[in-house]
């Protein structure tokens, strides 16, 4: 690392882009993983459907115990 860098021609905000939605990526554990993996395969969709519908299901289930 540089003890000084020139910062004289930089741009505050150059990247920022307002209203941006980000996709975080979700890390799993491997046999979490495994297992969303066989329910995607016998349902034949994506990985992302199958965590969104399970995840779903537990926000109806926390919503109806409050």
Known sequence: M????????????????????????VCLDEEVLAFIARIARKRKTDLSSVVNQLLREDMQLAETKK
């Open 2 to 25: 540089k003890r000084e860098y020139d910062l004289s021609k930089a741009e505050r905000g150059k990247f920022y882009r307002p209203g941006v939605k980000l996709n975080l990526p």
